[in-house]
Structure formats: structure tokens, C-alpha cells
């Protein structure tokens, strides 16, 4: 019993330091280039995005907004150019304690909008 019972008080503290946030946000264009992982891989084009409006208050992070990639075959809604706005799915994630937990965010089902 007492076993079963530290793992789920273990559990409880693990799920206690982890949080996340999701929502969906408008981004714009700014820039699209080439980009190559390593000199075998392919070369695909991917958009720099920068977020249109102001961080949501409810967001887990303030930082690092600007400068997002996306690559343009995960676009939906046709041609993507310098300027338009994409519809996408931001979602934080910080694991462990708060202290020395790390933040990602990252951004997923973008659609012209």
C-alpha cells in the first residue's frame, strides 16, 4: 500500500510541475528561404513568422515570439508570400519545476488566413 501510494503522490508532483497552453494566433510573413538540415537532405522553403497583436496575457511565456519557422509544405490554403497572415495552433509546454523547468513553444496547423 504504501508503495502505491508514493507513486501516486510521485505522479501527482510530476503532473503539479509540468503545465502547457495552447491557442490559436494570427502570425505574418516576413521572410521565406531556403533551408537545408545537412548537404543529403533536401532543400525545402520555410516562413519566418512573427506574431500580428500582442502576446496573449494568459501565455505561459512572454518570450521568444518573434522569428518562428514553419516549413511551407505544412501550410494549408495555397500559395504562401512575404506578407500574408497564417492561422496557427501555439502551443507551450514547460517541463518540471519552475526553476529549472524549459519552456518550448511551438507552432503547428497553419493556414492562410
Known amino acids: 500500500m504504501r508503495r502505491i501510494t508514493a507513486a501516486l503522490l510521485g505522479c501527482l508532483v510530476l503532473a503539479g510541475c509540468a503545465s502547457s497552453w495552447q491557442a490559436d494566433l494570427k502570425f505574418k510573413v516576413t521572410e521565406i528561404n531556403d ?25 505561459l511565456s512572454k518570450e521568444n515570439w518573434d522569428g518562428f519557422g ?11 508570400k512575404v506578407g500574408d497572415e497564417l492561422t496557427c495552433t501555439a502551443r ?11 519552456m518550448q513553444t511551438r507552432l503547428s496547423g497553419c493556414k492562410k488566413a
Open 70 to 80: 514553419v516549413a511551407l509544405a505544412e501550410v494549408s490554403g495555397g500559395e504562401v
Open 92 to 102: 507551450q509546454e514547460k517541463d518540471g519545476p519552475i526553476q529549472t523547468g524549459t
Open 35 to 59: 533551408y537545408q538540415f545537412s548537404q543529403d537532405s533536401p532543400v525545402e522553403k520555410k516562413a519566418r513568422l512573427e506574431l500580428v497583436g500582442s502576446i496573449p496575457d494568459d501565455a
